[in-house]
């Protein structure tokens, strides 16, 4: 799988939301951007979702370029993510439905995809029942039954309490360390970009721009040892200086 | 008065006023008490009102006279005729206003181009009093049900679409948006996820809006009927007959009522995850 976005611009009426955007992923990679409100992270990725349109550049998904929504891209939500109707089983397993797999085999993957995220015991609740980062983790295990070539995810742990964001945090990296997914996470949290991503770009508001790309490479093997390991935290103090530059009424 | 007394009870009211705390919920019992009596009480007054004679029989029959009533008519089978002619009407009516307002009300709710080309169009047809379109409706269909049931239609389905239309705009943009990431169709988002989504809402609209043709049955039926309840009221008027006048008005209200729990049980076993 190769995602290549190139020279990608969009207005909302007169203004500018991005401003020549380009960035490429191949299958298995991790990117977050990170940005503050304003720097039209999300509308980047509703443009891959093909939720909206591009105003100029290009967004193709191994040279086809994408023209509307569809299940090789899968998308997760901040909120509003689960139908409130389905249990934890009937949610991960609408998408196949939808695309009209056969029974045994949504029944066979439904069951797998809730035991990837840990989920077999909450399989008959409903989405009411569950806490904030388990629905998050029905609606991940529900892209992926769909099998997407690429999971983009738009702040899934952004409603998130700070201890239940650390161990959705965990739960991410090994999930992705496991079953080499492609990643895509939208975040203002410099921390979480840095603690899951591979490739960092950072977004600078009004219009939308990348003003800086960073590989990390630290070991992940411990989060708990890498969030308080003093690599991490000088790249963490940079981005967050990147970042606090951009904001004109701090500088 | 010390001090933590005073400010123990500060904010807060005792007794009776207490009821009246903004975001204060009684118990049960006491709401309970006060459902009973919310039924009680009246029946107690009028009761009253008719065993002391204050007013004559004749404008206001006692609660005995209106069952005495009630219990011949149902003897004579009039009584179960009467009921099966106007629901039969009310239903006939409200179910065709029914089906054809929820997918236009879900449709427009959807898709702003369709809003946009029937909204005006349905905000000034729903301002037209549906009675004042009976002399037309007799002329077109006859004085048969179907004028009744026409008139019903009419009055209920401008209601039903606008307000399906706003249950709607009540789905999250983004589980439309989910759903079309996981390869939904337009069909299978509108049935689906909006329609489902919104049922709980549809079903609310609808115990809501049947009691408009509840209203419009009755006219209908002082118009030109053989049977139904609002016949009925109208030959008991033309006999002074009040003890029936009110039997059928009690028959109307508890009909009502019984459709109006009928869909709030329909809605507690068919949306489980909203109740």
């Keep these: ?251 | 008065m010390t001090a933590t007394a005073a400010a123990a009870s500060k904010g807060r009211s005792n007794g009776l006023l207490s009821l009246f705390t903004l975001g204060a919920m009684p118990s049960k019992a006491v709401r309970g008490g006060l459902q009973v009596a919310s039924l009680l009480v009246p029946l107690l007054l009028w009761t009253a009102i008719a065993s002391l004679g204050l007013v004559d029989e004749k404008f206001l029959p006692s609660p005995q006279a209106v069952f005495r009533s009630l219990a011949s008519m149902a003897a004579s089978g009039i009584l179960f005729q009467d009921i099966v002619a106007s629901t039969g009407r009310v239903f006939g009516g409200f179910l065709l206003a029914t089906l054809l307002a929820v997918p236009i009300g879900i449709c427009m709710g959807v898709y702003p181009a369709i809003c946009a080309i029937c909204e005006p169009l349905i905000a000034m047809l729903r301002y037209m009093p549906a009675a004042a379109f009976i002399p037309l409706l007799i002329i077109y269909l006859g004085i048969g049900e179907e004028p009744k049931i026409a008139l019903i239609f009419l009055g209920t389905i401008y209601f039903n679409i606008l307000m399906v239309m706003d249950a709607v705009k009540f789905v999250p943009k983004e589980l439309i948006e989910t759903t079309l990431t996981l390869g939904g169709r337009s069909r299978q988002v509108l049935v689906q996820v909006v329609a489902r989504y919104s049922l709980p809402s549809i079903i609310d609209t609808l115990r809501i809006n049947i009691a408009t043709s509840w209203n419009l049955v009755v006219v209908a039926e002082l118009v030109a009927a053989e049977v139904g309840l609002g016949k009925r009221i109208q030959l008991a008027q033309r006999f002074f007959r009040t003890d029936q006048i009110f039997a059928e008005l009690i028959v109307l209200g508890l009909i009502g009522f019984a459709i109006d729990m009928g869909f709030r049980l329909l809605l507690r076993l068919s949306c489980k995850w909203a109740v």
């Design chain 1, 1 to 251: 799988m190769e995602l290549i976005v190139n020279n990608l611009s969009k207005h909302f009426g007169e203004k500018l939301i991005l401003d020549h955007l380009s960035f490429s992923m191949q299958s298995g990679d991790f990117m977050a951007l990170v940005g503050s409100s304003g720097s039209g992270k999300s509308t980047i990725l509703r443009l891959i979702a093909g939720l909206d349109q591009p105003s100029s550049g290009s967004i193709s998904v191994d040279d086809t370029p994408v023209s509307g929504p569809g299940p090789d891209r899968g998308m997760v939500f901040q909120k509003y993510s689960l139908y409130p109707w389905l249990n934890a089983a009937e949610n991960v397993a609408f998408g196949m439905r939808l695309q009209r797999m056969k029974a045994a085999e949504i029944k066979e993957r439904t069951a797998y995809f809730l035991e990837v995220v840990g989920l077999s015991d909450a399989a008959t609740k409903l989405p009411r029942e569950l806490s904030g980062g388990m629905q998050q983790r029905v609606a991940i295990a529900r892209s992926l039954a769909t099998n997407p070539s690429i999971l983009l995810l738009d702040e899934p742990f952004g409603a998130l309490d700070l201890q239940i964001r650390e161990s959705m945090q965990d739960f991410l990296l090994k999930l992705w360390q496991r079953t080499g997914l492609t990643v895509l996470l939208i975040t203002h949290d410099v921390e979480e970009a840095l603690v899951l991503a591979q490739r960092v770009h950072v977004l600078a508001p009004n219009p939308g721009r990348i003003i800086r790309s960073l590989d990390v490479d630290l070991d992940k093997t411990d989060l708990d040892q890498l969030r308080l390991s003093s690599d991490f935290l000088a790249l963490r103090r940079s981005l967050s200086a990147t970042m606090r530059e951009l904001e004109p009424a701090l500088s």
